[in-house]
């Protein structure tokens, strides 16, 4: 394990059980309202996509990547420094709070642009698409 990620998954541990426990109940209801684009394309044929939906599919799919491969490259650059400031010695406790805003910061933009892709995913289908694709889901779990 690299240097920086002990410290950090450090700090998530305390912060996530937690966060896990007042969020548990809601996460599957959310979950049962949005559909995942990579879903949709898996089953394409079978919920019969029109070749506008699936241009617009994959369209949105690459913006999306294009977005979190770019602010998956700054969210290391981030944890890297919030790494370094937790080895030192002496660091503010306003400084590390500081960073580890950037992060939240960076990672609230991964999680809203992934809501965003599901909520475009979902409105893209019809209400017999949506259907079928729930049923498809649910037969291969």
């Known amino acids: 394990m690299s240097n920086w990620k002990l410290p950090f998954i450090l700090i998530l541990g305390l912060a996530i059980p937690t966060i896990a426990c007042s969020q548990k109940s809601n996460s599957k209801d959310l979950k049962k309202g949005m559909i995942s684009p990579y879903e949709v394309l898996k089953w394409e044929d079978e919920i019969g996509l029109s070749p506008l939906q699936k241009d617009s599919l994959r369209q949105n799919i690459k913006s999306a990547e294009l ?3 770019r602010w998956n490259r700054e969210l290391e650059i981030e944890m890297d420094k919030m790494a370094e400031l937790l080895k030192r010695d ?3 406790e306003r400084v590390v709070l500081r960073q580890m805003d ?7 933009k991964i999680k809203k642009e992934q809501l965003i892709l599901l909520f475009r995913t979902k409105k893209s289908l019809s209400k017999r698409q949506k259907q079928e694709i729930k049923v498809k889901i649910k037969i291969r779990k």
């Open 67 to 69: 977005k979190f491969d």
């Open 90 to 92: 002496n660091v503010s």
């Open 102 to 108: 950037s992060i939240l910061s960076i990672e609230k």
